[in-house]
């Protein structure tokens, strides 16, 4: 499912840049996969989708 329309980052992309990316935290994220850095939208779903994904590791 798509999470990001303006940069089509998906809820996968999200998992795997904390999984695989070895992100930690949202900025990181956002950083790694431009999730959020264009309208901003996005960021609620995407925050929490991360958290959710930083607390599985
Ligand atoms: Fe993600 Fe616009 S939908 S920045």
Not at 8 to 20: C, F, H, M, N, P
Not at 21 to 46: L, P
Request: contains cysteine.
């Amino acid at each position: 499912m798509y999470v990001c329309i303006c940069k089509g980052v998906s809820d996968r992309t999200l998992r795997a840049a904390v999984a695989e990316g070895g992100a930690r935290s949202w900025r990181e994220v956002r950083e790694e996969t431009g999730c959020g850095s264009q309208c901003g939208k996005c960021a609620r779903v995407g925050k929490s989708i991360v958290r959710e994904a930083i607390i599985q590791e």
